[in-house]
């Protein structure tokens, strides 16, 4: 047992998402997923041993009565054999408010801050596990670059693990458009449950999911960035029309984001490769390649550009 533990995560954006469980507990998905992690955006976490529990974010003591402190000092209660109470610092490099400083590069950093001071040494794969039971997206963001999780089909989860794939796309760039949200909106947990519950579009949602990430697959394989845009883009509206069709309904977007969207197929019907993704809020992740980014800053002087390869 070292005196600190220390890590840093990178948060990741599904391009073929993540949106239902087979097992609620285990946060065992109904299909695989795959994302791209955001280079040096992400979560860095510390944690020690303690006489008691206490969870800092951006330098600020989060109160015990906190989602964030009881999702952090509960995941912690699965390790009693590194320790009873923890000391744990977060810095988050990304703005809370975009949606994007999220559970996944938290537990993912946090799990390996944990490997590092238990000293366990695991491997990659046994850390995407650990983290998945913090949080189902956080299962990718233990990897930099293209990552997958497989869906798996144990019970126990033992083969539910993300990997790395063995692809770089230097070119490749994420925006993001932070939309302005009044609402308080429901966390993707309770919304993705409420969609299997009562969502009669989810039927057709798995056979989707598969089938778009073997096209993102392909399309990374191939570098064709119009039919992995493409197949983002229709994999997230996608998903938001099963939320849709929940009850109560999951609106998700805002008139803002309606707006880019309308924006990007007007930019598109006028030639520019640019596609986007979004995710259970109403930001908007712009897809584009290096060589338009002058043409997209134009048309959204606002965006923060992400090279996700350095
Ligand atoms: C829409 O990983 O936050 O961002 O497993 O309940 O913690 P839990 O859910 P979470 O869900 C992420 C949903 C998503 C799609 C994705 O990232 O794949």
Redesign the pocket.
Known sequence: LSEKGSAFAPANI?LS???GKRNAEL?LPATS?L?VSLGDLGTKTEIRVAAEDSVFLNGEAMGSETLFYKRTVDFLKLFPMVGAHFEVRTQNSIPTAAGLA???SGFAALVLALNDLAGWGLGRRMLSLIARLG????ARSVYSGFVQWYAGTDDDGSDSYAERIDAEWPELRVGILEVSNVHKPVG??EG?NRTVATSELYNSWPAQADADLEAIRLSIREKDFPMLGKTAEHNALSMHATMLAAWPPLIYLQPESLEIIHTVQRLRGEGLELFLTI??GPNIKLLFLESVASDVIAAFPDLRIIQPFG
């Open positions: 599904a998402k993540y949106w946060n997923s994302s999220s559970s996944a949080s189902g997206s956080a993707s947990r993705m995710d259970a």
